[in-house]
């Protein structure tokens, strides 16, 4: 299992870009999509890399909280199968709600983090469940497919782990590469990618999403990068695959090429829209900014689509993500339950923590007792007449009547109870049973100390008192602090004689 980040970021780096080098600068006349740099009316008075640095510095705050915490109601949305043939078609401009697509689930992100941990949620109702905390000493994570069974990863080191998440499924902070403590990156060697100021044009002035903006332009010329996974359409011809790439094929992203939409009142993004070949392949926007601290301002209201292309080589939206922010916090303390995670007994686990992949199904390691206190008794076993234990030394036996060993053990315990002297032995019977059979089989083999039953939950009871297999036995002295456990019954004379000996001195010594 992989419990992967995101979707997008897959589509935006996966299926354009797996890893990103350093090649000499493609020619800047080369053309490409849009027209290309050199052949772009720019829009006069403008200072397009002046814009571009404005956009950036607005979202550099998120490095200077103590911690964070955002909540996001997420609507996904798919084409409509039965227009396949109509051919629906894009709009880039956010006009409304492209044709052929329809709202197909609703779900939430959500993301918290302070100097030290780290938590994200994606949930999708009726397709994923991914949940991830570092909680400032190891990642568990957890992954619930649809109809499957959850599974969950373990490790000790962030890095890999949470790569991109902020820009994951939401459209802010996505101007610019960002570094951060659990995802260290070379953010000049990105900006190759993400495009430097002085690489925009403004190329327009027009409403994107009933919002007046400068429309600035950039054209990645620096970045070689290897196409793998699902390409954009590339298996769809000859044509295609010249235009687009193969599969595992090395090529410049001089084909590509990203737009801008900044506000111009307010000088924030509102859109960005990555093209190949001049057709649009992933657009976010962003609206509704709020100020949340002085100078900081976020989107209350984003979302993205992913455009594919007809038979007749029309882009058309795919699907699309509408989000809308419900809870945003900022410096303010994060509850210690946002960063802890209960692993399933049972569950199938794969832990990368000793530096080596090791899968299992998981089993939690059962508390220590030894010279703690007893756990409280009434909680588990109500049906116990507590006073008869007071200031006495108990010993507790964990056995199952199907079990011959376990009845062995009881017999045994009976044979012996009268040389026990004062120590109180409770029988505690940890399998269901029938209530007349187990009645019975106390009865006609004289069992003279209490046998109690585990009412429900009873892999719950047994791990809270780290029973770890039947027979179980477990001893206190008389202030019922656990002096032995897990011993067996040829060893019970010796840990009686240690146990209710060193009380003695102890209390000879006072």
Request: net charge negative.
């Amino acid at each position: 299992m992989k419990i992967y980040g995101t979707a997008v970021v897959a589509i935006v780096m996966s299926m354009w870009v797996s890893s990103l080098v350093r090649a000499d600068a493609c020619p800047a006349n080369a053309g490409g999509p849009l027209g290309g740099p050199a052949y772009v009316a720019q829009v006069p008075g403008v200072d397009a890399a002046a814009l571009v640095r404005s956009v950036r510095e607005s979202e550099r705050w998120i490095h200077q909280v103590d911690s964070f915490y955002l909540r996001l109601e997420s609507v996904w949305a798919s084409r409509d199968t039965d227009l396949v043939g109509a051919g629906p078609r894009a709009r880039p401009d956010g006009s409304g709600q492209p044709q052929g697509v329809a709202p197909t689930s609703k779900g939430l992100l959500e993301y918290a983090f302070d100097r030290s941990r780290l938590r994200f949620l994606d949930d999708q109702p009726g397709q994923c469940r991914t949940l991830k905390i570092w909680d400032g000493k190891q990642l568990i994570a957890q992954e619930i497919p649809f109809g499957r069974s959850e599974c969950y990863a373990l490790d000790a080191a962030t890095r890999g782990n949470f790569e991109d998440i902020l820009a994951s499924e939401t459209a802010w902070p996505r101007s610019q590469p960002h570094s951060f403590w659990w995802d260290s990156r070379d953010v000049d060697e990105l900006l190759a990618y993400y495009g430097r100021p002085e690489e925009f044009k403004c190329i327009a002035r027009e409403e994107y999403r009933g919002v007046p903006c400068h429309v600035l332009a950039m054209w990645p010329t620096e970045v070689r990068a290897i196409l793998h996974g699902q390409s954009y359409e590339c298996d769809a011809g000859a044509k295609d695959q010249q235009t687009y790439g193969l599969i595992g094929e090395v090529r410049g992203l001089v084909d590509q090429s990203c737009r801008w939409y900044i506000g111009v009142e307010d000088g924030l993004l509102h859109g960005i829209l990555w093209s190949i070949a001049d057709k649009p392949r992933l657009e976010h926007w962003m609206s509704d900014y709020r100020q949340i601290a002085p100078g900081w301002w976020f989107p209350m209201t984003q979302g993205y689509q992913i455009y594919k292309k007809d038979s007749a080589g029309a882009a058309y939206v795919d699907s699309r993500r509408d989000l809308k922010v419900v809870a945003i916090k900022v410096n303010q303390p994060l509850a210690d339950e946002l960063f802890q995670l209960e692993i399933r007994q049972g569950a199938r686990v794969e832990d990368r923590r000793s530096g080596n992949l090791v899968t299992y199904e998981y089993r939690p390691q059962p508390p220590e007792l030894l010279g703690k206190p007893l756990p409280p008794l009434n909680q588990s076993f109500s049906q116990l007449d507590l006073r008869s234990l007071e200031a006495k030394p108990i010993l507790l036996c964990f056995w199952d009547m199907h079990q011959r060993p376990s009845r062995h053990c009881i017999l045994e315990l009976a044979r012996q109870s009268r040389q026990l002297g004062e120590v109180r032995i409770v029988a505690i019977q940890t399998a269901e049973a029938e209530p007349a059979a187990l009645d019975r089989w106390i009865r006609e083999n004289n069992i003279p100390f209490p046998v109690v039953s585990i009412a429900a939950g009873a892999d719950k009871t047994l791990s809270a008192w780290s029973v770890q297999s039947l027979p179980w036995l477990i001893l206190t002295d008389e202030n019922h602090i656990v002096k032995a456990t897990g011993f067996s019954l040829h060893e019970l004379p010796t840990q009686l004689a240690h146990t209710i000996g060193q009380t003695r001195q102890l209390a000879s010594a006072k």
